[in-house]
């Protein structure tokens, strides 16, 4: 049972354009999320994240939105840049509980 | 970013013969984990550490061992290796409870032929 989706398996997005991945879950216990982004054959790097108590977090270039009633998230990437070309990974978690449930993961290819 | 390495990067090993992954990291994190990567599955957790000698198990447990007898270090033992457990490995440590990151290693690769 996938509680956390990535229903994109890839995406290709023009550079200077906005890339927009997104997330979608089941289990209405998770208050916590993350986005991590992975370059091949490196571990992952940690993003962004957001508390259910907001419904928008910013940093730079990278805004992640969360929309509990229906239980999907998103993360908008603008401008896109070539370096962020890479696999990205929505994860989710429960307060208190250390198990952080990962996305499949979405290819993002920006093309120059 | 937390210092962390694992050892090997890569092993290719036999079906029955036992593997053991090494996790190092020079953040003084209570917090680590093992989790391993397959197509389609995202990442999924095998193990974590709440402190030393303190482990418990993730949702992909069964044939995977662990041990952290030092802050710094988190081993994963695979008692008798078997096709279903190649994989890519990654280790990751978090500082405190609560929100923080996790912070993740870069990864072994493992083959079982």
């Known amino acids: 049972d996938q509680q956390v989706k990535q229903n994109s398996p890839s995406l290709s997005v023009q550079e200077g354009r906005i890339s927009i991945l997104n997330c979608d879950y089941t289990?209405?216990?998770?208050?916590?999320f993350l986005w991590y982004k992975k370059y091949p054959a490196e571990g992952p790097t940690f993003l962004i994240s957001?508390?259910?108590?907001?419904d928008k977090n910013e940093d730079g270039r990278f805004t992640v939105f969360l929309n509990k009633s229906a239980k999907h998230l998103s993360l908008h990437i603008v401008p896109s840049q070539p370096g962020d070309s890479a696999v990205y990974f929505c994860?989710?978690?429960?307060?208190?509980?250390?198990?952080?449930?990962f996305g499949t993961g979405t290819r993002l290819t920006i093309i120059p | 970013d937390a210092g962390i390495t694992q050892s090997p990067r890569h092993k290719v090993t036999e079906t029955g013969t036992p593997v053991t992954l090494r996790c190092h990291q020079t953040?003084?994190?209570?917090?680590m984990y093992w989790y391993r990567q397959d197509p389609g599955h995202g990442l999924r957790l095998i193990h974590y550490?709440?402190?030393?000698?303190?482990?418990d198990k993730g949702e992909v447990s069964d044939g995977y061992s662990v041990s952290r007898s030092k802050t710094e270090d988190f081993l994963l033992t695979l008692e008798s290796a078997t096709s279903s457990q190649t994989s890519v490995y990654f280790c990751?440590?978090?500082?405190?409870?609560?929100?923080?990151?996790?912070?993740f290693g870069p990864g072994t690769r493992l083959t079982v032929l």
């Open positions: 289990n209405s216990m998770f208050d916590y």
């Open positions: 957001i508390s259910s108590i907001k």
């Open positions: 994860a989710a978690r429960i307060v208190g509980n250390e198990k952080l449930t």
């Open positions: 990751a440590s978090r500082a405190q409870q609560g929100t923080d990151t996790q912070y």
């Open positions: 953040e003084n994190h209570r917090y």
């Open positions: 550490s709440y402190g030393v000698k303190d482990t």
